[in-house]
């Protein structure tokens, strides 16, 4: 593959323009925008990310000095295990790949509705953002924590993707709580509500099932979508 | 004590609740439990009457993966005194170390807590035979041991960070030794269900842990046992639910019902008594 044609920029670019470039056609084959057509489309466009991804990830290994790769997702990253991480106990998943050990997992990550492409902001800190919500769906966590972290502005959308991000750690206390001051922060926002009222529904459901009232419908869908999530390579179904 | 906290406490929080397994799979899951006590060999008696159903639980999981059908073969239950239908196999031996691993991380406890007396000192070649012949596991449980240790002198008051050792530690368990294919999966289970484990203990053990001094990150928190309930929940609930999430996607062969069972009604069950909301006794094991 020839990641330069993939992407449609000459090999003489610049970082910025293929950076640019990227976007643009992660945008325009965004499964959100073809969340309404057949399904043939669908798949066609899902695929197409994926070479897209992976010729991104190829130039950047390339320009950095490595080899062409699987984008940097090898065993072991930063920490892995007990008392690793300066940032604490742990610090960065302890297990697997970079990333948070779990690219596949929770229902917090991978495309659609959790990364909300719909909500971005315009502007460089809408840049930031967008770049960060790549890097979650892509489950290169520990990059998405380091890049929140070097941030000093911290908006309501900063603490929702930081959400994301405890998520895949399994921090969740953290997680809800992040969810929730941007909640506070941004009221009106339905993504960050959403992500907040997914929590509150699964404890729900549990205590529905478990005072008697059987696997109700709610609780099939919630735990299908999260099983289904790993199935369909990272996207998130709400069935 | 209350029986139910002397229940839950002795036998673990990870056990099925018995009003929606079918009668095949009661019976399963007592020939598991009768398995993993088995393994533990005639020596053990008092570590055989301390073993607990997360362990049966751990032989479960690991077991469903197998070809064909369960082996069982009668023994002699000592507590019963009659012959009653084990499971065999290679994971009971492996619960059966397990167990013994975490006998030893108990007795470093107690030890820790001030407790001059520790019941699990009284099979003590039994745990150095486990811990030789499971040494990598020895030695997480041992790096576990520490980190939780080191958390608890900085008086850590991180709810996450807290449970962290543990959650690694049980995800490595349910991982050890397993396909590389379903390692992820394992290990994501396990996590959860370590970070439950944890969370769970340490609200069920507020009331005692704020008379002793003991560390407990609900207390460090300031919280009551109401209070914590009402923060730690829905966390719960979301571990539950993570470890039925990546169950789901592992292909195992056998047990899924009683695993289902464990997940999806046995853990909200232990978490409604640990509240006194339900008495142990309206059908858990």
Same mark, same amino acid.
């Given at each position: ?14 970082? @910025? ?35 897209? #991804? ?72 809408? &840049?930031?953002? @967008? ?10 966590? %520990? ?33 809800? &709580? ?10 009106? #926002? ?9 929590? &509150?529904? %699964?404890?729900?459901? #549990? ?33 | ?20 397994? $079918? ?107 486990? $811990? ?116 789901? $996607? ?36």
């Amino acid at each position: 593959m020839d990641p330069y044609k993939v992407l449609g920029v000459s090999p003489s670019a610049s970082d @910025d323009e293929i950076k640019k470039k990227y976007r643009e056609l992660v945008k325009k084959y965004h499964p959100d925008r073809y969340a309404s057509k057949p399904k043939s489309e669908q798949d066609a466009a899902s695929e197409r990310i994926k070479t897209i #991804n992976a010729a991104y990830d190829q130039i950047q290994q390339m320009r950095s000095g490595g080899g062409a790769g699987a984008g940097g997702q090898g065993y072991g990253g930063a920490s892995a295990g007990y008392g690793g991480a300066s940032s604490g106990y742990g610090g960065q998943g302890g297990y697997g790949r970079q990333g948070g050990g779990y690219g596949q997992w929770g229902p917090f990550g991978g495309y659609g509705q959790w990364s909300g492409y719909g909500q971005q902001q315009s502007g460089p800190r809408g &840049d930031q953002f @967008d770049e960060i919500r790549q890097l979650i769906s892509r489950g290169l966590i %520990v990059q998405a924590e380091q890049a929140l972290l070097r941030m000093n502005d911290r908006p309501a959308q900063w603490h929702y993707l930081y959400g994301l991000v405890q998520m895949r750690y399994q921090r969740y206390a953290s997680a809800r &709580d992040s969810f929730q001051t941007a909640v506070n922060m941004d009221p009106g #926002n339905p993504e960050y509500r959403q992500a907040l009222e997914q929590i &509150d529904a %699964v404890y729900s459901s #549990n205590r529905r099932r478990s005072q008697g009232f059987g696997l109700d419908s709610t609780l099939c869908r919630i735990c299908q979508c999260m099983a289904c999530f790993s199935l369909c390579g990272g996207r998130f179904y709400c069935c | 004590m209350e029986k139910k906290k002397w229940g839950a406490t002795l036998f673990g929080y990870l056990r099925p609740y018995r009003p929606e397994l $079918t009668v095949r799979d009661d019976e399963l899951f007592k020939a598991y439990y009768c398995g993993v006590c088995a393994a533990l060999g005639k020596r053990s008696m008092v570590c055989r009457a301390m073993l607990r159903f997360d362990i049966a639980f751990l032989s479960i999981v690991r077991d469903a993966f197998g070809d064909g059908p369960h082996q069982l073969a009668p023994a002699f239950c000592p507590t019963k005194l009659k012959r009653l239908p084990v499971v065999q196999g290679p994971c009971m031996p492996f619960a059966a170390q397990v167990h013994l691993l975490l006998a030893e991380e108990k007795r470093r406890d107690d030890r820790r807590d001030g407790s001059k007396f520790s019941g699990m000192g009284l099979f003590r070649r039994q745990i150095e035979r486990a $811990t030789a012949e499971q040494g990598e596991l020895y030695q997480a449980l041992l790096a576990m041991d520490e980190a939780q240790l080191s958390l608890e002198q900085e008086n850590c008051t991180d709810v996450d960070l807290a449970a962290e050792p543990f959650s690694v530690f049980v995800g490595r368990l349910l991982a050890h030794g397993m396909d590389e294919e379903r390692q992820e999966g394992l290990s994501w289970m396990g996590r959860n269900i370590g970070r439950w484990i944890y969370w769970l203990d340490a609200l069920d053990d507020i009331a005692a842990d704020q008379k002793s001094g003991n560390y407990n990150v609900f207390v460090k928190n300031g919280m009551d046992k109401q209070s914590a309930h009402q923060y730690i929940a829905p966390l719960l609930a979301l571990c539950e639910s993570q470890a039925f999430a990546a169950w789901n $996607t592992l292909d195992f062969s056998r047990n899924g019902s009683i695993v289902r069972n464990v997940l999806l009604y046995g853990m909200p069950q232990a978490v409604a008594e640990v509240m006194n909301e339900r008495q142990a006794g309206d059908g858990s094991i």
